[in-house]
């Protein structure tokens, strides 16, 4: 059992020692950054020279930056103003060559401005806007009635409200919105103001008024790329037509690429294969409104069903191979008894995306490692709990019978112990498998795949569809893994004990 | 065969069992019998090493009782709870030819001394493939009977062996674990709160309460020559209501 559970691990690592051959490209999780993610990952792989790996929608620009760092990545599509600000901490921007000098002690570098501006913008309805006579930014201030909508990330990143307030001496007290749901709240009325990027797709769409920024508060946010150092010697070829990519994608084209991913639901990389061959306007095609079951069934869904099972065997197989011994030790030694069900018990309470944030730090990489050690932990507590009640439970008449009979303790756990306390160990083994499937949906947050990626995707785009195509798989894999289990209970629990329940 | 020499056990301040010595010899039945919580189960318990004497120590067959033989002796009893102590999860006759499967003993003897076993018993030969839970009272008081006489055990532990089981199965069981007393010449000792079982199977009796021997001796020495007048107070304590109703 042991040595299986070794062998899944060596398998989950092994790739990771052949690293040097292969190129990973990240994004960040919104739209701009999963197509621009898409056109590098497919200009790099028609260089021909590495295998290249896109890691879609890693999270945002903190992982993405500590992946890079860290090696897990290679490259990514950035922003300048984010660079500065952000990641180096500065309080001013500087060109690109000051950048590069203060990149290089880490290893990095920047480069390749891909040719638009992707500053954040303040809008309103165009129409409200109009009633208000707000243009500007520094209209707002005279309208302190006005609610304020703001992303998470705007409203805590450096260069983002902080400095907008200050420097406009603005009253407001805005909502922390999620970018997605902000444009159904501003259309509904619910909010006048949120922040958007330049290249936004839905600013026609919503019939949406950008305000001007007539202090140039906002840095310019020039898309460019951010890469480790070595990635030009590492990968020469596929760097040369990286290069290429200089000055190709205009605002325009940029924000038309983003309203065919989040207006017309075309796919990432069907949108960066078009922009590639043509350079210029894009072709739509059938797969713009595909039906809910298309989606389900859509070609990366045997890969991410792969994906999805292989993280939650794995991780019950081995939550099983540690926590069944860990139960007998509970139920066996009372000295351990408090301290391994108060453990287990603390890890349960520990937030999902915390967790996964604090073990990505700890062991500095992405992907399914974290998700896995994540999904383990998780699934300790079932387990464990359950293992200790069900043998602590066994009838003491029956303990001492066991006894009595002069069988030694690991045979008496065998024949006796474990038989007797298998309905309710398979009770925590099947809830930790349940739980699992849900939990794994968070791994896709970390870059480990699975039916996450859609939901992960569907949150980027406001797009519900594609968050059911993620949600309904792994919704139904729950069900279809309770009833495997149900028939696994009447293979393995002994005959006696359910002809004495059902007595 | 078996000898206590000063045993003694409390838990807590809670004394079961005063500093006692008593020898059982070979081949004999010996019945132990008393009120609850008298310490007639503790001194079973001490003799299969189940629980440890705070004083005094545990003699079988000469050698002292340790951790390093516990298990080796535990072979040589067969040991009988109310209700026959069976495991739920196995079949009569998994639960009977456990441990000698686990020594590995030979198929074939096994399933002779099964048949052999089940003859004594008078079990009938289709309840052995049943679960315990689908068996009667007295179907698995015989079964447990089976299971601590397989290995051929030369003492034999009974601890209200009959105490779950209705009156009139009680009764016939009482002949029959009689006859195989008689039939197997093992040392026997057994526990009851009952003094007609206990003079019924046994001829020596020990009488307890309160974690000390009150008297040992036969049913006539406890009638006629009682140690303490608790001795006859017991006694007539068990007699039938219905003798006093006539």
Redesign the interface.
Known sequence: MKVRALCFFLLLVAPGAFAQATLNVGSKRFTESYILGEILAQTASRAEEAKVIHKQGLGNTGILFAALQSGSIDIYPEYSGTIWFELLKKNAAGDLAALNHELAPLGLAAGVPLGFNNTYALAMRDARAALLGISGIGDMAYQPGLRLGLSQEFLNRKDGWPLLKSAYSLPFEPLGLDHGLAYEALAEGKIDVMDIYSTDAKIAKYRLRVLNDNQHVFPSYDALLLYRGDLPRRFPKSWMALEKLQGRISARQMAQMNAEAELEGRTFSAIAADFLASGTGPKPDGSASKNLLQRIFAVDFWRLTAEHLLLVFVSLGAAMVLGIPLGVCAAHVPAVRQPILSVVGVIQTLPSLALLAFLISMLGTIGVIPALIALFLYALLPIVRNTHVGIADIQP??S?????????FF?RLR??EM??A?RAILGGIKTSAVINVGTATIAAFVGAGGYGERIVQGLALNDTATMLAGAIPAAALALLLQGGFELLDCWLI????R??TS? | MITLENVSKSYGKQLVLAPTSLQFERGKVCALIGPSGCGKSTLL?LM?G?IEPDTGRVIFGGEPLTADN??????S?G?V???G???????ARENVV??AR?LKRNPSWIEQRVNDLSELVRLPRNALSH????LSGGQRQRIGLM?ALMLDPQVLLLDEPLGALDPIVRGELQRELKGIFTHLGKTVILVTHDMNEAAYLALDIVLLREGRVVQRGTLNDLLHHPAEPYVTQFIQSQRPMTAELL
């Open positions: 008449s029956l001492e019978a066991a006894q009595s009979l002069g069988l030694p045979a024949l006796i038989p007797l298998s002994p005959g006696g004990l002809a004495a007595a | 318990r299969l189940l516990v298990q080796h002796v535990r072979h009893i040991y709870i109310q209700d102590g069976l495991f739920p999860h196995l079949t456990l441990l686990f679960y315990p839970g689908e299971r």
